[in-house]
């Protein structure tokens, strides 16, 4: 069921460690029966984002990160080329890119260039919704 299919952006489950909220987002996962995807280019941003100095003083490790999403998600293999989702970074097209090969109904960022690609995207794939962290969570409040 496409409703419960999620992929997170990395600015998201940097977003629910640096506030400390992982435990909520867990939660969330689990009573809801969620099904959230990553793949390794994710766990790729994680480990880079996490040398950050804007995040390094939160005293995150990256592997902490990256062990919860391996217990919390699923593993997907991206298939490639991909194709160019996010002109302004195309760092990003691999979020859109997971979220379409595994048919997810959702994709929740808080990055501004996909943000801003939102309108386009949900015209060309109508299964595909782009929420905000703040949206996420009022679907499951």
Same mark, same amino acid.
């Given at each position: 069921m496409r409703i419960k299919r999620y992929v997170l952006d990395a600015n998201i489950w940097f977003s629910y460690f640096i506030s400390k909220q992982e435990n909520n987002l867990a939660t969330i996962i689990l009573e809801n029966g969620l099904t959230i995807f990553y793949c390794n280019e994710l766990i790729d941003e994680i @480990?880079?984002?996490?040398?950050? @100095?804007r995040i390094q003083k =939160?005293?995150?490790?990256?592997?902490?990160?990256?062990? #919860?999403? @391996?217990? $919390?998600?699923? +593993? #997907?293999?991206?298939? =490639?080329?991909?194709k160019n989702y996010i002109p302004d970074d195309e760092n990003d097209n691999y979020i859109i890119a997971? $979220?379409?090969q595994t048919n997810s109904g959702f994709i929740t960022s808080g990055d501004s260039h996909i943000l801003s690609? @939102?309108?386009?995207?949900?015209?060309? +794939?109508s299964k595909l919704k782009i929420i905000t962290k703040?949206?996420?969570e009022k679907k499951f409040s």
């Open positions: @480990k880079r984002v996490a040398t950050y @100095k =939160y005293s995150i490790e990256a592997s902490t990160i990256v062990s #919860f999403i @391996k217990l $919390a998600a699923i +593993h #997907f293999s991206l298939i =490639y080329p991909i997971l $979220a379409l690609q @939102k309108q386009t995207l949900e015209e060309r +794939h703040a949206e996420f």
